[in-house]
């Protein structure tokens, strides 16, 4: 295919005009970002949203992915001087991988088979009469016996017969129709059946899958990757199950074309021959890799979801904040930290078994938060940590009795990644003087006050939302992951002046090197006064300011549009649309009224046009002057905080209370309850009504606060069954 009929195939799998696929290829190939064409190019791509641009992204790279497959297989054949032009023609044509594949086999290298051996012996002519299938008449062992030869060890007809048929199942087996045959039944037919390992005696995770059986198209994706993790560990055998007896006709069907021919019997037996030993093995294995990369493709968008919802909690701005990171014998460490995430001072404390220093962990922390003036206390959720909630519940309370009016909270986050970033480069760099486990404590707190310019600082696959995320394809997670991250800081925006060189390096158009060049500047010249400044950074020429600049707020800049999405290429487009309805472009914020009235009933063509921009650049132009500097977080709920302490064994069924998903899988959602042990709300408790729900995606996300009901307590397990209530 050449690149204009790849846009074409494009287009009409994704539903969109081949000019808009050219468009975006054009695009990429000169190095835009996705987020950049979706903000900023909207009028060029037609409107495509990221997700869109992304879909093309990838098609783009699949469908190149296979031309070049392609080039390689004929320049393969030709080699071999058996490339015809049927075949090329074949070839050239082929829109998917596995019918490519199919089409190369017989012509892939591989090791000598009994086929290859059979036709040594010079039994290919016999082979071809048999595939043929042109003799009506006479003996089969008559037309073998000319081929009977000792030094080919084929002491008579019986056995030269016998032994053409391996070159016939190879034939078989290398015939594209017949393997779509067996593809087919496979796929609507194929039972997937698992069973224990005899040796195994102890208790396992892989209860449900010791006699299980499933139509493979009925399987679920966190079933496949539960069943490959039971092979993988050797606890569950795991086999594809056939009606033998109904594929082989299926197949003889497919293959016989004479019934009338002498050899149909010996046809037969090289059917059942190539099924079992050559056709089946192989599509087995094909089966249970497509499987595989259906339910890794599925739990990576859950895992993606997951992720996206968790990076763009709402901060918790103007909190001084005390990180608790909960131990037992080695204490439990204790960061401060100021509104803007500055390190103020730690140390550690025993308030948990053994030492259980109630009362001395008590005053350290009550010194603590009176010296730095604490608003909030944040514990990790390990080890120790319900002792340490308690500690916690209970020392704010006493607080309260002589400071009754004093704001003091307390919530619970996952340390999930804390000790992955407490080892990093990053952690070391930012606090080099102090132990790994202060570090992680520091993360612990820091992703109160903004979950996504802390939480990007650590490996996605580390944060603790996803499911089997350590067995799916570690590369395409990793893309996707990388895409949502990039999502997440572009849609937020940055302060240029106090984003890591982490957070950094996810704005459209940076690399690492030029993020740590930005924060090198910083530190060495002071804060940026406005986004012209970037164009003095070494690595960011007019290309990367282009793709950079939009997404980089200055709250203090010089230009008041410096701290809005408005890109600098439609700054003097947006002060020609103020001019026209008589607003003042430096002082926006004193506007708020005049501003939102200005726009209420215009035209919208009429005025993009009398500005010279399109109608998306004017929308988007018009969305920042009426909220300026606007975190899109700000609007989402704020996370629980708590000043008491709830217990496992305080639990009763009907109980009804408020709790905070933390991660959303197939089967529901976890969800914390104020208790140590995140409660199940399972899929089938998430409505009340008759209506099923096939997604928990539909209903709740990670973040969400919603109301729910005991319906479970199994304390011996460390169980908790919840309901939705609406």
Known sequence: MTDSQIFDHIAGTLQLSAKQVKKVADFIDEGATIPFLARYRQEATGGLDEEQLRAVRDQIETR?????????????????????????????????????????????????????????KGLEPLAELIWQQEIEKGDPLEYAKKYVSDEHELPDAETALTTSLDIVAEWINESVEVRDTLRKIIREHGVIATRKNPAIDERTNFEDYYEFSSRASHLKPHQVLAINRGERENVLFVNLELMDSITLEKLDDVVIKNDASIFIPHLQDAVEDSYKRLMLPSLERELRNDLTETADEHAIETFATNLKNLLLQPPLKNQVVMGIDPAYRTGCKVAVIDPIGKYLGGTTIYPTPPQKKIEESAKVVNKLIDQNGVTLLAIGNGTGSRETEQFVADLIQARKENQPDEELHYLIISEAGASVYSASTVAREEFPDLDAAQRGNISIARRVQDPLAELVKIDPKSIGVGLYQHDINQVQLAKKLDDVVETCVNEVGINLNTASSSLLTHVSGLSRKVARNIVDHRDSKGPFKSREELKNISGVGEFRFQ???GFMRIPEGAHPLDNTAIHPESYEATEKLCNLFGIDVEHLGDQKQKIESAFDTINTEQVAAQIGVGVPTLELIIENLQKPGRDPRESLPKPLLRQDVLK?????PGMKLEGTVRNVVDFGAFVDIGVKQDGLLHISQMSSGRRRIENPHDVVSVGDIINVEIKSVDTERGRIGLSLVK
Do not use: F
């Not at 023609?89 to 017989?106: F, V």
């Not at 496992?648 to 009763?652: A, K, S």
């Open 64 to 120: 190149r992915t296979l031309e070049d497959r392609k080039k390689t297989i004929l320049k393969a054949i030709d080699e071999q001087d058996k490339l015809t032009p049927e075949l090329e023609k074949k070839i050239k044509a082929c829109t998917d991988i596995k019918t490519l594949e199919d089409l190369y086999l017989p012509y892939k290298k591989k090791r000598k088979t009994r086929g290859d051996m059979a036709k040594e």
């Open 547 to 549: 793709q950079a600049a």
């Open 648 to 652: 496992m064994e305080d639990l009763n």
